[in-house]
């Protein structure tokens, strides 16, 4: 008889990345994600239970777009934000605060990206302009800015 396995935390950890990937040619990498429509976003991701920041960001990096060039730097960087409603029930009952840890990715030029189809629909690169003003998010949006410096 093989031992139980850990049970596996039914709601999602209120902790998670942001990793902004960008060019020396100041060119901002943009994921539009499946739900909601419309919703632009740098890699992002919840942290699993036990599991680091600096591990859930290159996980995340890897998921999502399958990029494994360029130096992943921590910016050390956080920030609460409110969890919106329409992603509150993946959160426990009366959690509604978030804690972002922001990272950022530069690459020497563009590389090929290889979405996850189950969580984005298409990518583009674009100026810091174009990028602040398309992402969907407060501190993503303050961490462009702070890259584009």
Same mark, same amino acid.
């Given at each position: ?68 060039? *360029? =130096?992943?730097?921590? #910016? @050390? ?7 919106? !409603? /329409?992603?509150?029930?993946? %959160? ?9 840890? *922001? =990272?950022?990715?530069? #690459? @020497? ?7 996850? !189809? /189950?969580?984005?629909?298409? %990518? ?26």
């Amino acid at each position: 008889m093989e031992p139980a396995s850990p049970a596996v935390p039914a709601f999602r950890r209120p902790e998670s990345v942001l990793i902004v990937i960008y060019t020396a040619g100041a060119e901002f990498l943009l994921l539009e994600r499946c739900r909601p429509a419309g919703f632009w976003q740098s890699v992002t991701g919840s942290l699993e239970w036990g599991e680091m920041p600096n591990d859930c960001a290159r996980r995340e990096l890897l998921e999502e777009t399958g990029i494994t060039q *360029g =130096f992943l730097r921590n #910016l @050390q960087w956080t920030q609460v934000y409110d969890i919106w !409603p /329409s992603f509150g029930k993946k %959160y426990a009952p009366g959690v509604t605060r978030n804690l972002e840890h *922001g =990272f950022a990715l530069k #690459l @020497q030029e563009r590389v090929p990206v290889r979405l996850s !189809p /189950s969580e984005h629909v298409q %990518y583009r690169w674009c100026s810091a302009d174009e990028a602040v003003a398309t992402v969907s998010s407060d501190t993503n949006r303050a961490v462009i800015q702070q890259l584009r410096r």
